[in-house]
């Protein structure tokens, strides 16, 4: 078997505002939301390498977020301008080794998601090891309606609706093509799954933990915050 | 501390610059700089700061001892740290009382 890779993604615009930190580089209880988000991968038996892509300006502060968070990772890559474009530039980052058989499996996580704590991850990489790829998953339990402009419209059923989340795990020999096959078609996809997807390639979904939020809103910060504090 | 970072607005429906207020490790309150809609984090800081101050407290002996004999380097420092103390303590106390 080949190696496994794991890249977690950190290079998210969350510094526009002058003075403005990353939202990856926020405090949540003494670690910042970065370091918690790799520190699953760094030690875990299923991952041999782990990397972090940051925006390319903040390739030495991320270094130094890291280490001093204790976290020992492989290597720092630049990052793109959209999400897409820093998959796909890291996926081929590692083209060469990925057509030669030596990483056979490349995980992709969300460095805004600090509360994953690496109980499914075994099952990722086994089913995307035998079907392509899996993600995780968690049921959308809620209630859908349509609005207009004259109010609501119609109830949509939420009944196999699921939202998805990360890690997300693929074959690297598959990713590779899916990425490669998305820059010809000037395809760009909003997640790695929706990338792979195009290709035909079934990606099974495996129920994850609703606690694997993503930092987007102010109460994220605040629930992650509690979450980490948690026994 | 303050820290600026964009973060999804509800009230303004985009990404927008938020000021979060810490006191010590604990998230006290965030706030959108363009609507000023606020976000609470810890409802009590005091509270929460003396919480956190008892842990501080308790761990520093292993802390001190951790640092001595991974980085003896960092005993030179070590001295400044611990005359400055007081004043980092009372800055962190007087933005909690703020």
């Known amino acids: 078997m080949g190696r496994t890779i794991a890249v977690v993604l950190g290079a998210g615009s969350g510094a526009r505002a002058r003075h403005a930190v990353n939202k990856v580089y926020l405090d949540l209880d003494g670690l910042p939301v970065i370091a918690r988000a790799v520190r699953p991968f760094i030690d875990h038996p299923e991952v041999d390498e782990t990397y972090v892509v940051a925006a390319p300006g903040e390739l030495g502060a991320c270094a130094g977020v890291l280490a001093d968070a204790g976290c020992v990772v492989h290597g720092i890559l630049p990052g793109g301008p959209s999400r897409h474009a820093s998959e796909a530039g890291a996926v081929e980052h590692f083209a060469d080794r990925i057509e030669s058989g030596e990483i056979e499996i490349v995980l992709i996580h969300d460095g805004a998601r600090p509360i994953y704590h690496g109980a499914s991850l075994a099952t990722l990489v086994d089913r995307a090891r035998k079907g392509g790829g899996a993600i995780c998953g968690v049921p959308l339990n809620e209630e859908l309606v349509s609005v207009t402009d004259h109010g609501a419209s119609g109830w949509r059923s939420t009944e196999n609706l699921w939202c998805a989340q990360t890690p997300q795990v693929f074959q690297a020999a598959v990713l590779l093509e899916a990425f490669r096959a998305a820059k010809a078609a000037g395809f760009e996809g909003t997640d790695t799954a929706s990338t792979v997807e195009r290709m035909g390639v079934p990606v099974e979904v495996v129920e994850g933990d609703p606690r694997n939020i993503k930092i987007t809103f102010p109460e994220d910060v605040v629930l992650a915050a509690s979450l980490v504090r948690a026994p | ?98």
């Open chain 2, 1 to 98: 501390m303050k820290v600026k970072s964009s973060l999804m607005c509800q009230n303004c429906g985009r990404q927008t610059s938020h000021e979060l207020h810490y006191v010590g490790s604990s998230l006290h309150e965030i706030r959108c700089l363009q609507c000023s809609t606020e976000t609470w984090g810890h409802h009590h800081p005091v509270a929460g700061y003396v919480g956190e101050m008892r842990g501080r407290i308790v761990t520093k002996p292993w802390r001190v001892l951790r640092e001595m004999t991974t980085e003896p380097a960092a005993i030179r420092s070590l001295l400044p740290r611990v005359a400055s103390k007081p004043v980092r303590v009372a800055s962190e106390l007087i933005e909690i009382l703020r």
